[in-house]
T-cell receptor, first 115, second 113 residues
């Protein structure tokens, strides 16, 4: 597609349920990022995928959070046993490759509300 | 560790006046610096970046930013503000030895008619 696509755009879930957020990066982009933006906060790095390399998971806040990227394209961020503090906007981004001068392009985000 | 500081939570400016949104950074080696804008209920849009070369970088919507190595700053500027520029602005940095883009906490720009 023309840009980074994320789904769902909005999700309301009950505390304790699992949720999956999907990201479809720009075609041909090998680098994929997940960030979290809580209300009134900046952007918190969660995880980074680059090609077939092992992902950088250093930003995942707890073992309830996991992500995978299948076939080097679509990525899914999974949050197990959701808590109210997980309520945030989850932003996915992609970049052509790991060249650090590349621009990172963001999707519109998935707005998660845990009630 | 790399970091970005945006010292102002909010900047208010009258339409037609010049605007500046401040950003300072800390990173090992030469920095890669970025500015993004976020409109309400939207994702982040890329404005401009500094990689190397001229210290003055021009970007989208008439914005520009000046890289100052000695002051470790990358302030965003626009000569004449528009009401439609009102949004949340994020500065970000990437060091030479990391793939992560680290963001500042954001500055809310309010342009008054």
């Amino acid at each position: 597609g023309a840009g980074v696509s994320q789904s769902p755009s909005n999700k309301v879930t009950e505390k304790g349920k699992d949720v999956e957020l999907r990201c479809d990066p720009i075609s041909g982009h090998t680098a994929l990022y997940w960030y979290r933006q809580s209300l009134g906060q900046g952007l918190e790095f969660l995880i980074y995928f680059q090609g077939n390399s092992a992902p950088d998971k250093s930003g995942l806040p707890s073992d309830r959070f996991s992500a995978e990227r299948t076939g080097g394209s679509v990525s899914t961020l999974t949050i197990q046993r959701t808590q109210q503090e997980d309520s945030a906007v989850y932003l996915c981004a992609s970049s052509p490759d790991r060249n650090r001068g590349n621009t990172i392009y963001f999707g519109e985000g998935s707005w998660l509300t845990v009630v | 560790a790399q970091s970005v500081a945006q010292p102002e939570d909010q900047v208010n400016v009258a339409e037609g006046n010049p605007l500046t949104v401040k950003c300072t950074y800390s990173v090992s080696g030469n920095p890669y610096l970025f500015w993004y804008v976020q409109y309400p209920n939207r994702g982040l849009q890329f404005l401009l970046k500094y990689i190397t070369g001229d210290n003055l970088v021009k970007g989208s919507y008439g914005f520009e930013a000046e890289f100052n190595k000695s002051q470790t700053s990358f302030h965003l500027k626009k000569p004449s503000a528009l009401v439609s520029d009102s949004a949340l602005y994020f500065c970000a940095v990437r060091g030479y030895n990391t793939d992560k883009l680290i963001f500042g906490t954001g500055t809310r720009l309010q342009v008054f008619p």
